[in-house]
């Protein structure tokens, strides 16, 4: 799947259990592990529980590979493993604690930028 679909994927899954603070960043000079890094907060255990398997689902649903989760029985620290993209899903305490943004965010990914190319794509098919 091409990157920019899997993260357009993502925020709209994310979004649509009401993630809070989401953000993404491009890591591809970083790492050749993955190009991107999503980051978002939960407010409970259930949650962040419930944003990974919507980001699962539509994942999957999408024809995408879900190559691991972990986290899940705790839930404060949910980490979705999508090849291409790795999806933090963190309690606000959790997240302020290790500052993953300190670490990955050299380059954000604007969240309208990636709308706007998943959405002119999908008119595009349309027309």
């Known amino acids: 799947m091409d990157i920019k ?3 357009t994927l993502v925020v709209d899954a994310l979004e649509d259990v009401k993630a809070q603070e ?3 960043f ?4 970083l790492t050749s592990l993955f190009d991107r890094v999503a980051v978002a907060s939960g407010t409970s255990n259930r949650q962040t529980k419930a944003l990974a398997s919507s980001v699962r689902d539509k994942v999957k649903a999408k024809g995408g590979n879900v190559v691991s989760i972990e986290g899940e029985d705790t839930g404060e620290w949910v980490l979705v493993d999508l090849g291409d993209m790795i999806v933090h899903i963190m309690q606000p305490a959790i997240r302020a604690y ?7 965010g050299d380059k954000e990914v604007k969240l309208g ?3 706007r190319t998943g959405t002119s794509a999908a008119a595009k098919r349309i027309a």
Do not use: F, G, N
Request: charged share 35%; glycine share 0%.
């Open 98 to 104: 290790y500052r993953l943004e300190e670490i990955w």
């Open 26 to 29: 491009d890591t591809t000079h």
């Open 5 to 7: 679909k899997l993260q």
């Open 113 to 115: 930028a990636a709308k």
């Open 22 to 24: 989401i953000r993404i």
